[in-house]
């Protein structure tokens, strides 16, 4: 008998013991036709035995003994006494296991309450994750139909991995990033679920996982082990590639709870994903709540466009290798932009006149955000089309401009306005930037900075109150290079002078 239940049951012979009016309130819960229902004889037989033992123990005093639990969560969660609170809940969902709220309740408080009390992202990042494990490892086994665990588990990738509302927001991602890629090893999603379904070749896949769980090797507990070459000598070379495949299809599905069949689903719903970012696992888990658990259309559908905004900044991944190790660069993607801007023109047609206009401006500045990002992160062929769309649909918010005077106006309230010192700091945090990117190997950004940096110098230099105070382009960049050499780790300062090296003279 484990110590959590142990104490469960010392709690319960206590509250008995004190409260033996608890024969009468039975009686009272059982007249009002109490909510809580009773797992079904085919539930029974998946729960763990601890449950099926309190339950039956309690029998027909569960209910007022949870009503006396949730009653004291509430006083410790006004406290602030959160760890006190985590012990109490795991009691209130081992008693309630078939209602949702026993879990979104904790798995709530561990990602947001619990973890910031710790100074350090890795210990924070294992609260998190244990409030996603809760979810998604046991909630949904009791609860297959609640709709909020869906709800909350997606809301956890969106906000608290995906968001930046937390100072190691940052951490998060690289973390998850380093999950995902441990796990797909480079596989795509097609190949995963098409593994799947190769029936016939199962039998050998674990006939060969066997014969490893034999050696003390378990490539399920981790898959990157397929990569060792004393592990691949041991599989047959003929199903060497397929068993990887495998392997990986079901360490998905066993231990991280993804179906590669939905993944592909979803894939060719909206597009392309990049697994290892947490927009398209907040997609993934509401997509399956309203599709399980008949999640409402209005929550589907704004969880579906939060969750796209979110890939549009934070939706690729990029690995370089650095001296100092191996570094995930998040970047935007914006393969979803036509998705979010069909959100955009469907939403316009079905508004109400006085809701248009707002609507209308909302979407302007969207389009001048993908505008301005698809610049600085050089995808010009994006900036350009949307620039074309801005251009058609709201002239008033370009005018007369061509392309990179728009980019130029967006700026021009420091350019017309601003001080010498504020248009060198803008100069200077923008060229900052692009030694940084460079340094870490994400090359689109960098020259996509440069090339904005230029522009505005030039810009700058034409004005003639400027003209003198301000360096040529060449030396402003080598002053920038100078204190980017005494400020940036001594890893980036090699990794920089090294990309420096390879890249062409013209965008130095």
Known sequence: MNKSLKALILVVSGILIIYPSFIWLEKVHQVKKQHIPQPKYEAWRKLPPELIFTTTL?????????????????????????????????????????????WTFNAWNLAYNVSVEFPTGEERWNWIYLGIKLLRDKALIYCPTG????????????NKIGGTI?????FYKQKWAQIMDDALGG??????????????????????????????INPLLNPEILKSEEVKKRIPQSLRKDFHLWIRAKYLKETLKLDPKIMKELNEKFVPFDWRVPGPHAIYWVYLGHKKAELDEVTYKRFIYYAMNNILKWGRVRISYLPAGKVFLINPNFAVVPI??????????????????????????????????????????????????????????????????????????ILREGSIQEIRSLLFGILYQYYWSLAVGEDDRAYGLDHL?????????????????????????????????????????ESLKIRLKKIPEEKK
């Open 147 to 158: 709709a909020d665990i869906y709800k909350e588990l997606s809301w956890i990738y969106l």
């Open 58 to 102: 309690l029998g027909g005093f569960r209910g007022i003994i949870v009503d006396i639990l949730w009653l004291r969560s509430m006083k410790l969660k006004e406290e602030g006494k959160y760890f006190e609170l985590v012990q109490l809940s795991k009691w209130i969902g081992l008693l309630q296991p078939d209602i949702p709220y026993a």
């Open 166 to 170: 937390d100072e190691f927001s940052a």
């Open 340 to 413: 979010l801007n069909n959100f955009y023109e469907e939403t316009i047609k079905s508004l109400e006149k006085h809701f248009i206009t707002p609507t209308q401006a909302s979407h302007a500045n969207f389009l001048k955000d993908v505008i301005l990002n698809a610049f600085i992160y050089n995808d010009l062929k994006t900036a350009h089309k949307y620039f074309k769309y801005l251009k058609e649909h709201y002239p008033q918010e370009v005018g007369h401009r061509n392309f990179e005077e728009f980019i130029l106006h967006e700026y021009s309230y």
């Open 187 to 216: 596989a795509k999603v097609e190949d995963l679920a098409k593994i799947i379904e190769e029936k016939g070749k199962e039998k050998k896949f674990k006939e060969i996982l066997k014969k490893l769980k034999d050696e003390g």
């Open 453 to 493: 940096a230029h522009l505005l110098h030039k810009k700058i230099k034409s004005f003639g109150k400027f003209r003198d105070v301000i360096p040529e382009y060449d030396e402003l960049k080598e002053f920038v290079l100078s204190r980017v050499y005494q400020t940036f780790p001594s890893a980036l300062v």
